[in-house]
Every structure is written in C-alpha cells, then in structure tokens.
C-alpha cells in the first residue's frame, strides 16, 4: 500500500494524488495502492457491461497497465480519477468488441447485441414516480443511514470498505444498512 493509505478509505483526493505519484516518479507503491483500489471495480464494471470473467479480468489488467502508461495524461480539472478510470475501461471494451468485428469473430445477428424494445411512454413515467418515491423515502433517513446506504450503492463499497471509509465497527455499518433498508421498505410498501 502506498504511504500507509489502505485503498479502501481513500477519497478523490487521496486517489488523485496517487495517480500524479504514479506520473512523476512511477511509484510502485502509489500504483500498488491503485491497482487495490482499481482492479476488482473495474472488474466487476466490465462484467456488469456484459463480459465473461475471463475477458473481463484480462481487460482490466490491461486498464491498470494504461493508468501506469497514462497517468501523466490525467488531469485532475478534467475529472475525478474513477471517471478516468472507467473511461480508458470502457474505451478498451469498445476497441476490442471493434477488433473483433472487423476479425468476423462477432455474430450482428446475434440477438443479444441488439438493444431492448424501448419502453412505452406510462412504463416510462411510472419509473420517474418510483424514482421520485425512492428520493422522497431516503430523504426521511437518518443522516447516518442514509450515508452507509450511498456508500453501498452509490460507489459500490463493500460493508468492509464502508467501515474502514467511515471508521465505524462493521457491525454499526451492518446495522444501519439493515435498519435504513427496513426503513425504506415500510416507506416504499406500493413499489415493487
């Protein structure tokens, strides 16, 4: 780990400073902080964009080796490093799916790479009601709870990193999370 920074609780700045370590000095240890941090998100992003795990996992090495090559390139008046990060991610996923096509070794016909049915306009504003129900219902939290639940949700943090980002006992972030769910199921009763 870099410096005695856990790649858990490290916030924009402290990943923003890791990445201009990165480019000045090619610090290992700032890299190795990085690729903690990094790799199992950009991992788990890829599959979320429809990868097998082998693919995926390749990809994401070949992006935490482009955050090496590049991090001179990366400015932080631009964006904040995750941006970054899962823009060199997506675009890697872009050039290979192109590489393959232009190999032959994709099927257009395949049905699965062609995009949903768009929804009809009343699905697509009883989305915008349940939406504004879920905003209403976290707003009702507490601060405390509604904090852990953006921490899980919102940036993907384990409970785990949550504690450690929080400096909370795991079972106090188990808690709230428990608590804040409850909470947001009795508020939210109609959805489904």
Excluded: C
Excluded at 172 to 185: G, P, Q, Y
């Amino acid at each position: 780990m870099a410096a005695g920074l856990r790649a858990e609780a490290m916030d924009g700045t402290a990943l923003a400073r890791l990445v201009e370590r990165v480019a000045a000095t090619q610090d290992r240890a700032a890299f190795g902080a990085l690729f903690d941090h990094f790799a199992p998100r950009v991992r788990g992003f890829l599959i979320r964009r429809g990868l097998p795990q082998a693919q995926a996992d390749e990809l994401a090495q070949e992006t935490l080796l482009a955050i090496w090559r590049r991090a001179g390139s990366y400015d932080v008046a631009k964006s904040a490093v995750s941006t970054w990060v899962y823009t060199i991610a997506r675009n890697l996923h872009i050039d290979q799916y192109r590489k393959l096509v232009r190999a032959g070794r994709v099927d257009l016909t395949d049905p699965s790479l062609r995009p949903g049915e768009a929804p009809a306009a009343d699905e697509l504003y009883a989305r915008g009601q349940d939406v504004s129900a879920v905003t209403e219902a976290l707003a009702t939290l507490p601060n405390d709870q509604r904090r852990v639940l953006e921490l899980a949700f919102m940036e993907g943090l384990s409970h785990s990193e949550i504690a450690l980002k929080i400096a909370l006992p795991l079972g106090t972030v188990k808690s709230r999370i428990r608590l804040a769910m409850d909470k947001l199921k009795l508020g939210l009763g109609g959805l489904q």
